[in-house]
Each structure stands twice: as structure tokens, then as C-alpha cells.
């Protein structure tokens, strides 16, 4: 558990750092742009593979006995935020009606997995997931004004919905592979 901790520490103290804008400012001017971009890159990257790692080896410590309803309900939130995570980098109208379609897309994907899940390693993984989102999208919509976007071809959107489908479809698939539980089933 404490990879898995500490992981989420390095993790999100990165993905933070942003949101502190006298302090992205403080370590741009003194490393550079690129600079600075590389090493929130790798920090980011460490922090991932800690929190692989620690979700890996981490013992499983039951909580709560998940409801019923949250392994089914689970899989349309996962694809939902798929398809978001998909439009948060292609143009359409989705980001255009969610203005922050990775945020909204992770938090749902992280309240999928709490809905499913009852362990501690869960609550700390997927928690945190979602406590950043909540966090990160105050700042995101207090730091910037975005300019509307305008109204694009539903081609567009159709095209992540797809993109976002097939991901999900890959996923799981390999669940079982991946992650030592089916996500269907």
C-alpha cells in the first residue's frame, strides 16, 4: 500500500503544480519551458508506474460490500467516460457542451470503479482520482475564461463516439489481463 500511496503523492503533486500558477511561473522562468515540461513528464510518468506497482501488490483490505447496482452501472460510466476522454482531444461538439470533457471523464470513470469496488486500495486509487478532478476543475474554470467554441460537424462527434467505444470495447477485453478481474461477469 505504500507504493500505492506514495505514487499518488508524486502523481498528483505534479498534475497539482499547475494550479498554483505563481509556482508553474517561478519553476518555468528558472528551467525553462521545455525544461520544465520534461520534468513534470517523467515525475508524472513515476508517479504512474509507483501507483501501478502499488495497485498490483497491494493486499486486498474489503471496506464496504459494493451495492448491487455498481459493477452493472459501472460499465455505461466507463464507456461514457471514454467517449469523454476521447472528445477532451478531438474537436466536436462534446467538448463544446462539456468544456471539460478529461475531467468529467475521469471523475465518472473513478466513480464507476468506486461504485464497483470496496476496497481500500480502490478508495485510495479511484478517490484520489476523483478528489483531483474536483480540484483540478475549480482551478481549470477560475484560472481561464474559454472562448465558446464553435458548433462542428456531428461527423466529428460520431467519430469519438467510435473512437471512445472501441477503447472500451479493448479494455475490456483485456480487464482480466490487465487488471486479474473481468469486467463483464
Known amino acids: 500500500m505504500a507504493w500505492l500511496t506514495f505514487g499518488i ?31 513534470y513528464s517523467v515525475v508524472a510518468v513515476v508517479g504512474l508506474v509507483m501507483i501501478i506497482w502499488g495497485t498490483a501488490t497491494a493486499e ?51 466513480l464507476a470503479h468506486l461504485a464497483a469496488n470496496g476496497d481500500l486500495a480502490s478508495l485510495l486509487l479511484f478517490g484520489s482520482f476523483l ?22 460537424p456531428i461527423r466529428r462527434d460520431l467519430i469519438t463516439v467510435i473512437a471512445g467505444t472501441l477503447v472500451f470495447a479493448v479494455l475490456v477485453f483485456l480487464h482480466p489481463y490487465l487488471f486479474g478481474v473481468p469486467a463483464i461477469g
Not at 472528445?87 to 471523475?107: D, V, Y
Request: with cysteine; net charge positive; hydrophobic share 50%.
Open 9 to 39: 503523492v508524486v502523481f498528483f503533486a505534479v498534475h497539482l503544480l499547475p494550479t498554483v500558477l505563481p509556482l508553474r511561473e517561478s519553476a518555468v522562468r528558472k528551467l525553462g519551458e521545455s525544461a520544465y515540461k520534461g520534468i
Open 60 to 110: 486486498f483490505v474489503p471496506l464496504w460490500e459494493p451495492p448491487a447496482w455498481g459493477r452493472p452501472t459501472a460499465l455505461p460510466l466507463v464507456l461514457a467516460s471514454l467517449i469523454l476522454l476521447a472528445a477532451s482531444h478531438m474537436p466536436g461538439n462534446i467538448k463544446r457542451i462539456t468544456r471539460h470533457p478529461m475531467l468529467l471523464g475521469i471523475a465518472l470513470w473513478a
Open 131 to 152: 478528489c483531483y478532478t474536483l480540484i483540478d476543475g475549480l482551478s481549470v474554470t477560475t484560472r481561464r475564461s474559454q472562448t465558446p467554441l464553435e458548433p462542428q
